[in-house]
């Protein structure tokens, strides 16, 4: 954990470089979920990502296609994103004190 808790910083700078950015592809939110502790659920039918780092958090589904994902539906995810970046923060913050 220590190694996230460097890169969260890094971490909330794409994310909030992919907003601004406009179209979002599934690769792109699959690669931020895997460094965010996240991992693909192999029994759900749809692309489904479940925390190992905070299993209490909601499973979260990334569409998995190959075109970009609507605005919509990338900024479901990047704010469920955001929540997981406030909690592993305030874990990070434990751990130092």
Do not use: V, Y
């Not at 502790?37 to 190992?52: D, M, N, V």
């Amino acid at each position: 954990m220590p190694l996230l808790c460097q890169t969260l910083r890094t971490i909330q700078q794409e994310l909030d470089q992919l907003r601004r950015n406009g179209p979002t592809t599934a690769s792109e939110l699959e690669a931020i979920a895997i460094r965010l502790g996240r991992q693909r659920h192999p029994a759900a039918k749809e692309p489904t990502w479940f925390s190992t780092l905070l299993p209490d958090l909601p499973p979260l589904s990334i569409p998995g296609h190959e075109r970009d994902l609507m605005t919509a539906t990338a900024t479901c995810i990047f704010d469920q994103f955001d929540d997981d970046i406030i909690r592993l923060n305030e874990i990070c913050e434990e751990d130092q004190e």
